[in-house]
């Protein structure tokens, strides 16, 4: 209860900062659909030409990026600082949020928030919208597809960039990392065989985020709910685990800093 | 930061002649007959920041990696493709000629420049008041530092992504591409400095310029075939896309680099040069005024 209400007070403070500069703020969200949406180009150029690949269609695409879109959406514009964690941790700017009698780990995630998370977030229900499997339950699964999309984002990002506490700066291996999580989670797993589509399952977890969440929304099934949520929670409980642990090597950046 | 940098940038501040000039006079300089002491300035620079980008290997290398997961993803992507469509070549093209294509594409955009960025930050911090007292010009003072950065990440993405390519799609293209490719890869970074230049210099206008990076980025990707390429845009479309610059950053050196053409290759090294003249003077232009609005306001 006191993480809920830390969490809104964050976020209620990140929003009237966005407002502050409105316009930037409406820019930054309006461009990042226009961004996403001229991206998506690329799909309906390629299906004009090939109709299918691999049983995946125009339809089914948009749907992936539905997901994929929202989740990541939710993830920058609720907790921006996923993507800057190991800075944070390698320029000892962590004093701030040590010195406080809250969660670490929440507070510093979710004490940033980005603008353009805001733009992916509508681009992505948009699209959700347009995908052409809207129905009641379909929307159910689509919240627990993207609830499983934040939730992966979240805690790979994490357990990566807490490499930091051991490597010093580790922006480079964070970068690649991100990179590769958030170009396989936008196209299909089908298209990957053997090696590479295990890999997607376990040491860069891209297909939990837009390709098993998709076929879910498509159709339910036990199985993948089971492994959906499993998934999430096993790297939720080891991000955080591996975070604190590190939190013990953390040394003092010894900087005088105001967060506003 | 080893401390060898300060002491680098020191010893190169004293070796540059300094004719205390405002960066607008290197015309001067150059009509004075100091054209090989104003080039030396601006190898300096450059060659500054190639032993900068290299001071860290270990972490350009890591960052070059992520050509591998691209790779991996095109492969999968365009084998499949070819698989369903049950035929050797796609508009010309083979499953090992869209690799190497796509190769090209992505060592070019992991190494166009970053300049928005900086120019962006330096026009919004006041910055770019005091950098305009330096006695070199602003904008070649970028384009050196982009030329040595990139080339550096060029270099590094080809030694990372060829032998990945050649496990996944077999031996690069003949000698005659990488000469007629790395030509017009070069007028390619020249236009995306020109294109990033601008987009920099929007931060005069308006506070925030990483949203049109986006924006200018997406249509490379797309309208330069980068991710497609543009044989295989609906008919309508191509004679669209190849009039435009972005095919000339992407589409042009990587095509050529697959199917070396020597007719091609003096068409598009053509326009692409053309668009290079138009974009450096639409640059020269908004530069000219952006600063002459600075002066005004008092900086």
Redesign the interface.
Same mark, same amino acid.
């Given at each position: 209860m006191r993480n809920l209400q830390l969490l809104s007070a964050l976020w209620k403070a990140n929003l009237q900062s966005a407002m502050e @500069?409105r !316009? *930037?703020f409406l820019?930054?969200v309006?461009?990042?659909m226009?961004?996403n949406l !001229? @991206?998506f180009?690329?799909w309906v150029?390629?299906f004009?030409? =090939?109709n299918?690949?691999?049983g995946w269609t125009l339809q089914d695409m948009m749907l992936l990026f539905a997901v994929a879109a929202t989740a990541w959406g939710i993830a920058a514009y609720f907790f921006g600082n996923f993507t800057t964690l190991s800075e944070i941790i390698s320029l000892g700017r962590l004093d701030y949020y040590l010195s406080l009698p809250r969660p670490v780990l929440l507070h510093a995630l979710a004490s940033r928030s980005l603008g353009?998370g805001m733009g992916d977030l509508i681009y992505g229900v948009g699209s959700y919208f347009l995908s052409g499997y809207v129905s009641v339950d379909g929307f159910l699964r689509f919240l627990v597809g993207v609830a499983v999309g934040v939730a992966i984002f979240l805690s790979f990002l994490t357990l990566v960039q807490s490499l930091s506490f051991w490597l010093g700066n580790s922006? *480079?291996?964070s970068?690649?990392a991100l990179? *590769?999580l958030l170009? =396989?989670s936008l @196209?299909p797993r089908?298209?990957?065989?053997g090696a *590479?589509k295990f890999i997607l399952l376990t040491i860069i977890p891209a297909s939990l985020i837009g390709s098993i969440p998709a076929e879910f929304v498509k159709s339910f099934s036990w199985p993948v709910l089971l492994q959906l949520l499993a998934s999430s929670a096993f790297l939720l409980t080891a991000s955080t685990w591996v975070f604190y642990r590190g939190l013990r090597r953390y040394e003092s950046g010894n900087s005088m800093q105001v967060e506003v | 930061m080893r401390s060898s940098h300060p002491n680098a940038v020191e010893a190169l501040v004293r070796k540059i002649p300094c004719p205390s000039t405002t960066g607008l006079d290197v015309h001067s300089a150059l009509r004075s007959g100091r054209k090989t002491e104003t080039m030396k300035k601006y190898w300096s620079i450059l060659t500054t920041q190639v032993v900068n980008s290299l001071a860290y290997p270990?972490?350009f290398l890591? +960052?070059s990696? /992520?050509i591998i997961?691209?790779m991996?993803?095109f492969a999968?992507?365009w +084998?499949?493709?070819f698989a369903?469509?049950g035929t050797e070549s796609i508009n010309g093209l083979t499953f090992p000629n869209m690799l190497w294509y796509l190769l090209m594409c992505e060592v070019i955009e992991l190494g166009r420049p970053r300049v928005n960025r900086v120019i962006s930050e330096q026009v919004k911090s006041g910055e770019v008041a005091y950098i305009l007292s330096k006695p070199y010009n602003f904008l070649g003072y970028h384009f050196s530092h982009g030329l040595g950065d990139g080339g550096v990440r060029v270099i590094l993405n080809l030694l990372v992504g060829i032998p990945a390519v050649w496990v996944l799609a077999g031996p690069p293209p003949p000698p005659l591409g990488w000469v007629m490719a790395l030509t017009l890869a070069f007028g390619a970074w020249v236009l995306h400095f020109c294109m990033m230049s601008l987009i920099g210099l929007l931060a005069f206008l308006?506070?925030?310029t990483? /949203?049109?990076e986006?924006?200018y980025?997406?249509?490379v990707?797309?309208l330069g075939g980068m991710?497609?390429p543009l044989d295989?845009?609906?008919l309508w479309?191509q004679p669209l896309a190849k009039s435009l610059p972005f095919a000339y950053m992407m589409y042009a050196p990587a095509r050529l680099f697959v199917k070396p053409d020597l007719a091609t290759f003096w068409q598009f090294l053509a326009v692409q040069w053309l668009w290079i003249a138009v974009l450096i003077g639409v640059l020269a232009l908004v530069y000219q005024r952006s600063v002459r609005s600075l002066t005004v306001n008092g900086g």
């Open positions: @500069y !316009a *930037a820019t930054q309006i461009f990042m226009l961004n !001229a @991206y180009m690329f150029l390629y004009d030409k =090939f299918s690949v691999r353009s922006t *480079a291996i970068q690649l990179s *590769a170009t =396989f @196209y089908s298209l990957f065989d *590479a | 270990g972490d890591g +960052r990696f /992520s997961v691209f991996l993803i999968g992507l +084998r499949a493709t369903a469509a308006v506070e925030e990483n /949203s049109f986006l924006i980025q997406k249509a990707f797309v991710l497609i295989m845009f609906p479309l």
